[in-house]
């Protein structure tokens, strides 16, 4: 997994992954939007999905900023050339631009080499910065499923 911190790239396996850190931000800026959708958040179960998630080959792209996770963006690509982007998110610290621009930059350098054809996302319909910025990136919106919009964009390549 491609993974940084301090700026510095190198690839983490899942045992030098701090899951702790993700789930925490998960935490800060997902509570609120699932409880609007009806549901809860918890914690131990998303450190649960994501450990599986990770065992399954989700990739994770983290940037740190000294000791503090300052955003992450998680993906998966299937033998079809579809890559889902499972989750981007940026601590709210950390919205001026830089950090998610840094993301992209790096989720982007990923594509060519896995050959993806195509990208997929779903985003709660009640998270207009999600949607906003889907938007913003060229994102196609395929349709409404479980209370989130399923977004789509062909890559070109």
């Known amino acids: ?16 992954l701090k899951v702790s850190d993700i789930v925490e931000l998960d935490r800060i800026n997902m509570s609120d939007i699932i409880e609007k959708s009806g549901g809860t958040y918890s914690p131990e179960k998303r450190s649960n999905a994501l450990k599986q998630e990770i065992r399954d080959g989700s990739k994770i792209i983290t940037r740190y ?9 998680q993906y998966s690509v299937d033998e079809f050339g579809s890559c889902y982007v499972v ?7 950390h919205r001026n631009g830089s950090v998610l621009i840094w993301l ?10 896995q050959h993806i054809k195509e990208l997929k996302s779903s985003v709660h319909i009640n998270n207009a910065v999600s949607v906003s910025l889907h938007k913003r990136l ?6 409404t ?7 789509f964009l062909a890559t070109g390549l």
């Not at 060229?138 to 349709?143: D, P, Q, T, Y």
């Open 1 to 16: 997994m491609l993974a940084t911190n301090f700026g510095i790239s190198r690839h983490l396996e899942m045992a030098d």
């Open 65 to 73: 900023i000294g000791p503090k996770l300052a955003g992450y963006l």
């Open 87 to 93: 989750s981007l998110q940026v601590h709210p610290d």
């Open 104 to 113: 992209i930059r790096n989720f982007k350098s990923c594509i060519p080499a």
């Open 138 to 143: 060229g994102f196609s919106l395929r349709n």
């Open 145 to 151: 499923e479980n209370h989130r919009y399923k977004f």
